[in-house]
């Protein structure tokens, strides 16, 4: 079974960074795409950024040049730098994977870019 677990959420000013990182146990293959989803109350979930095989990414207009999505070589740990961040960014961040047609889901880590 994969799990996935992220962390490095948290309280920004705007214009500050963060990093979050996702830790995944279980099995990953070269074609798992990884990615980077948030919500925030009342909206569906957005996808923000995905990694996939040899590190192919894709990023949501909202984010490009801003973030970035990175993963290891062992492809056990996905990170999203987070640079420039705005209010608009605040969010709960999701980590997902997706291996062949399943799908796996972390509880989620809190953003929040405030003055």
């Known amino acids: 079974q994969v799990q996935l677990v992220e962390s490095g959420g948290g309280f920004v000013q705007p214009g500050g960074s963060l990093r979050l990182s996702c830790q995944i146990s279980?099995?990953?293959?070269?074609?798992?795409?990884m990615a980077w989803h948030r919500q925030t109350p009342g909206k569906e979930r957005e996808l923000v950024a995905s990694?996939?095989?040899?590190?192919?990414?894709s990023y949501a207009d909202s984010v490009k040049g801003r973030f970035a999505i990175s993963r290891n070589r062992a492809m056990n740990s996905v990170y999203l730098q987070m640079n420039n961040l705005t209010p608009e960014d605040t969010a709960v961040y999701y980590c997902?994977?997706?291996?062949?047609?399943?799908?796996?889901w972390g509880p989620g880590t809190q953003v929040t870019v405030s003055s």
């Open positions: 990694i996939v095989g040899g590190g192919i990414t």
């Open positions: 997902h994977a997706r291996i062949g047609a399943a799908n796996f």
């Open positions: 279980g099995r990953i293959i070269s074609s798992s795409v």
